[in-house]
């Protein structure tokens, strides 16, 4: 059986119990909702029958002896409002879903509110024309009458209260059997889930161990492992596409491992003899040339060096990645290496007509890396903001460190790299004043041969590798690099790498003086 039906009829069966255990709870849950309802309205009836109408009854009287002793009208007024009141609360039971003893109560309570309303119509029309005694006597009867109301309104309660008491103790009963009958839900679920869990890790278990000990064998360069498939399901086929991959993996690593120890010998000798021959023929070694010829020729060397330049990137970046070419890192002032990079890019600034402007700390800014590697990196990105730049132009580069994350860096790259030092980064910014590059390309500008549209116009472009280069360079060395807009138009190539925070052992040449193409400030 396949694994994707075993999984499908387990979930089925799931889906099955936990569906009628939901119709269930549902069920209890209305239940639940209408007993609340039930016990609220229970609560406003024993709230009514036991305090309400007592306080009611109470006002009645004390309204009514005032009246007799004060023959003042108010307390006639409240006496009457006081009645109406007692009035209301017996209509309002009266709409109440009463229980069969509440309704014999509330009939009691209402028979002896008839008879006090008889003797209250007496008091209140002719009260104040009785005879002093005539109203004493009614002034009695209508206590006694109250009385008898305070003794039919408790009873009331009472009733009341008794109704709630048993639709709480239904409810209690009814959640005890919910919770029952979810306890052997629950437990025959849990039995039935650990057994087709059991079933189906032990069905898998094995298949993925060995897929497992087949990617440890091609991640240690083991291209000639295989998997033999068991049984007939979904990891026999997967393992049957890891054999085929592996064999194509293997295919592919010797292609390409064939082919860079050809192009190093059946591209590069070649085309050193033809520049080389080029090269004679500018010297005049054969004889003199024609001004065309010179022009052709020349034109010649220079596409033939820029052939040559990028069967070099593509030949480094292959080792970069196989992770061929050795690393020395070492303690290096940082500042110094950006200085030489200027100096050896200030050619070709000149023939451009762009100006540098670097601003660097006072203090060395030490970083562990390989200066040769860095330095292309630094070169690779000053060339590239020279031929970006505008015609006059100016690059602005700017080294410094930092203790605390500035703003101009994401926490993404300040994580990476400063998580991994206590001191801190040191940042290197390479600004043009040129086109810029669209923010939804700035990621993609890093990969093999992609181009900006805007790079496209530029005269000798590369083929797109030097950026990857530096990536490849960059990520070796636990740094980060990426680009950002400038505010004023063109782009900012950002280096970070961790600050040792040690100084340069071998500091010991001569600092490189500024030229004049460029100027530099302290900060």
Same mark, same amino acid.
């Given at each position: 059986m396949k694994v994707a039906t075993k999984l499908a009829g387990a979930f089925g069966i799931f889906i099955v119990i936990i569906a009628g255990l939901l119709v269930f709870h549902i069920q209890t849950l209305r239940q639940a909702v209408d007993t609340n309802y039930e016990l609220s309205d229970l609560s406003s009836r024993v709230y009514l029958a036991s305090t309400r109408l007592p306080f009611r009854i109470a006002a009645i009287e004390e309204n009514a002896s005032k009246y007799h002793v004060t023959r003042d009208p108010g307390y006639l007024e409240k006496f009457n409002e006081a009645c109406n009141s007692f009035e209301?609360?017996?209509?309002?039971?009266?709409?109440?879903?009463?229980?069969?003893?509440?309704?014999?109560?509330?009939a009691r309570l209402r028979a002896s509110w008839s008879e006090f309303r008889e003797s209250a119509a007496s008091f209140t029309t002719g009260?104040?024309?009785?005879? #002093? +005694?005539?109203?004493?006597?009614?002034?009695? /009867?209508? &206590? +006694?009458?109250?009385? +008898?109301l305070h003794v039919q309104a408790r009873l009331l309660g009472e009733s009341s209260g008794d109704a709630m008491v048993s639709r709480m103790e239904r409810s209690a009963r009814a959640a005890r059997r919910a919770e029952r009958i979810a306890w052997v839900v629950l437990a025959g679920a849990l039995l039935f889930g650990i057994g087709i869990s059991g079933l189906i890790i032990r069905s898998i278990s094995d298949a993925l161990r060995r897929l497992q000990a087949g990617t440890r064998e091609v991640s240690a360069g083991n291209f000639d492992y295989r998997i033999a498939p068991r049984h007939d399901d979904e990891f026999a086929q997967l393992a049957r596409d890891f054999n085929s991959m592996n064999e194509r993996l293997g295919e592919l690593d010797r292609m390409k491992k064939d082919f860079l120890s050809k192009v190093s010998h059946d591209l590069k000798t070649p085309l050193a003899s033809m520049l080389e021959t080029t090269r004679a023929l500018l010297e005049e070694v054969p004889g003199p040339l024609t001004? %065309? %010829?010179?022009?052709? !020729? #020349?034109?010649?060397? %220079?596409?033939?060096?820029? !052939?040559?330049a990028m069967i070099a990137k593509t030949l480094e970046l292959s080792a970069l990645e196989a992770g061929t070419i050795p690393f020395e890192p070492r303690p290096t002032d940082l500042v110094d290496l950006v200085r030489r990079a200027i100096e050896e890019v200030l050619p070709a600034g000149d023939e451009e007509r762009?100006?540098?402007?670097?601003?660097?700390?006072?203090? *060395? !800014?030490?970083?562990?890396?390989?200066?040769m590697h860095i330095s292309?990196?630094?070169?690779?990105?000053?060339?590239?903001?020279?031929k970006f730049s505008a015609r006059p132009g100016m690059v602005r580069v700017e080294v410094a460190g930092y203790h605390t994350r500035p703003s101009e860096i994401s926490a993404k790259y300040w994580d990476r790299v400063a998580g991994r030092s206590s001191s801190g980064a040191v940042m290197v910014s390479v600004g043009d004043n040129g086109a810029g590059i669209p923010e939804e390309e700035r990621e993609q500008i890093f990969e093999r041969f992609f181009q900006s549209e805007s790079g496209k116009?530029?005269? &000798? #472009?590369?083929?797109?590798?030097?950026? @990857?280069?530096? #990536?490849?360079?960059?990520? @070796?060395?636990?740094?980060?690099?990426?680009?950002?807009?400038?505010?004023?138009?063109?782009?900012?190539?950002?280096?970070?790498?961790?600050?040792?925070?040690? *100084?340069?052992?071998? /500091?010991?040449? *001569?600092?490189?003086? *500024?030229?004049s193409s460029y100027q530099e400030s302290m900060t």
């Open positions: 209301a609360g017996l209509q309002q039971l009266d709409s109440a879903p009463l229980s069969d003893a509440e309704r014999s109560e509330l009260a104040a024309n009785l005879p #002093r +005694e005539a109203a004493d006597e009614l002034l009695a /009867r209508m &206590r +006694e009458q109250l009385d +008898e001004e %065309q %010829q010179e022009r052709l !020729l #020349r034109l010649n060397h %220079q596409s033939g060096e820029r !052939l040559a762009v100006e540098f402007q670097l601003s660097v700390p006072e203090a *060395p !800014l030490s970083v562990v890396c390989d200066g292309r990196v630094l070169v690779n990105l000053l060339e590239n903001a020279v116009r530029v005269p &000798r #472009r590369g083929v797109g590798l030097g950026l @990857t280069i530096c #990536r490849e360079i960059v990520a @070796t060395h636990r740094g980060a690099i990426w680009v950002d807009g400038a505010p004023g138009g063109g782009s900012i190539f950002r280096l970070l790498l961790p600050w040792s925070g040690e *100084p340069d052992p071998g /500091r010991s040449a *001569p600092m490189p003086q *500024p030229h």
